[in-house]
């Protein structure tokens, strides 16, 4: 039928409109990521464990930590299932750049985004992330043998030293769990056609009503957290984080059945406004207990489900309200996009180590909070942006630092990071050229 798109494997047909890239959900994965830096700067500064703490450590600070602290990484799961599900869509034919041939089926998927998550994994393991638990080291346990040593001697131990797990992923567990769910995607592509477009299609009626969107995963997430998992921590282990696992999953998934989810974007559009009011107020009852009782101060046994429960409803809420703000504001081009789009890896890759370090040097040098915050905001941004810029230009190291090809670019093509497509001419991923 002309202005269709025929599923090969279930004869499902999706209305075909022109593709394009939504430039909205660009903006919102630039941003969250963005805002890390600023949020591990706060970790110096807030009475909360980390590997280096100011002195002294601001009660206050935990307020603005807060604000971001219960939907940042929700988000950044639920961008990342859209930008694999703008990947799948690519290539399957769909797209503002479709691929053909026989490198578009469900295995090639997995091993190229295996490549563009395990190595640059591998790598920041074994040479970013190591003087992060060095400084904590140092300043915590007196560990006496310098960076040299330690990296040669102690780091790759696979054990445990003063109770560091060696070596680690610090803030890459998010690579590594987002490489497990991109498992379990392409575990779910190779289901029968018939049975993920009945996914899909319950997927947006279900949730493609304003009160069920804001209400139905809210839910599930006080299930979680009230219920099965009760007072448990996120571990970052991977093998021993089944309550985190049970909040991002879904999370994910959302954002990679989101792209071809009109009823959904339609409630999304609809909702924000009041998500982002309801949001706010549960912050302010986040904020309130946390003024009354702040820094290390135990808060009454009653308060406690009040509090977290607070917090999901404010994550969930905010990451609706930041993906209709970026669909209604943000969904447009600008020069800086690509480039900014693709330095996001890099940034986050190297951000941590460097507030670390210069952190602990602020710490030594008796630095002052008010000197130190200025310090660290300019240092981890420059310094973020020249490991960007001097990877990208060095052949191999692309590869290690998370972008695309062997070398660098031609001179006037656009800097790429996986595109995100606009919710539009999205047919299903073939499964049968694995």
Not at 62 to 77: D, E, K
Not at 148 to 172: E, N, S, V
Request: include cysteine; charged fraction near 15%; proline fraction near 7%.
């Amino acid at each position: 039928m002309a202005g269709m798109v025929m599923n090969e494997d279930a004869r499902l047909q999706v209305p075909a409109q022109a593709p394009g890239r939504h430039y909205g959900m660009d903006w919102l994965r630039i941003g969250a990521f963005g805002l890390l830096i600023f949020y591990h700067i706060g970790m110096f500064y807030v009475p909360w464990d980390w590997h280096v703490k100011a002195d002294p450590v601001l009660d206050w600070v935990a307020l603005p930590m807060f604000l971001t602290n219960n939907w940042r990484l929700a988000l950044l799961f639920a961008v990342s299932g859209y930008a694999s599900a703008a990947i799948v869509a690519k290539r399957a034919g769909q797209g503002p750049r479709p691929q053909t041939g026989p490198r578009t089926g469900v295995g090639a998927f997995l091993r190229q985004r295996s490549a563009r998550l395990l190595v640059p994994l591998l790598f920041a393991m074994a040479v970013v992330v190591p003087p992060q638990p060095w400084v904590e080291l140092t300043v915590k346990h007196g560990y006496a043998h310098g960076f040299g040593w330690f990296w040669l001697h102690d780091y790759f131990r696979f054990g445990d030293l003063y109770g560091i797990k060696l070596p680690t992923w610090q803030h890459l567990w998010f690579v590594a769990y987002l490489w497990a769910y991109t498992v379990v995607l392409a575990g779910l592509l190779m289901l029968p056609g018939r049975w993920r477009a009945w996914a899909r299609a319950t997927f947006d009626r279900v949730l493609g009503h304003p009160a069920m969107l804001l209400v139905l995963p809210l839910a599930w997430l006080l299930l979680v957290g009230l219920v099965l998992f009760p007072g448990r921590e996120d571990t970052h282990g991977l093998l021993d984080d089944g309550g985190a696992h049970l909040r991002y999953l879904p999370v994910f998934l959302f954002g990679f059945a989101l792209l071809r989810a009109g009823r959904v974007w339609d409630a999304i559009r609809r909702s924000w406004r009041p998500a982002l009011v309801l949001a706010m107020a549960a912050y302010a009852i986040v904020a309130a207990i946390e003024l009354r009782y702040p820094g290390n101060t135990p808060a009454p046994a009653a308060l406690v489900p009040v509090f977290v429960a607070a917090r999901l409803a404010n994550g969930w809420w905010m990451v609706v309200a930041a993906i209709g703000i970026a669909d209604r504001f943000w969904n447009r081009d600008h020069r800086w996009r690509a480039t900014l789009n693709e330095a996001v890896f890099p940034f986050y890759m190297i951000h941590q180590t460097i507030i670390v370090v210069v952190a602990w040097w602020c710490l030594r040098a008796g630095m002052p909070n008010g000197a130190s915050f200025p310090l660290l905001v300019a240092a981890t941004v420059a310094g973020c942006w020249l490991f960007y810029r001097i990877g990208r230009a060095v052949p191999g190291l692309r590869l290690l630092i998370g972008l695309r090809g062997w070398r660098v670019p031609a001179p006037g093509v656009a800097p790429q990071a996986g595109g995100m497509t606009s919710p539009a001419n999205c047919g299903t991923y073939r499964t049968d050229a694995a």
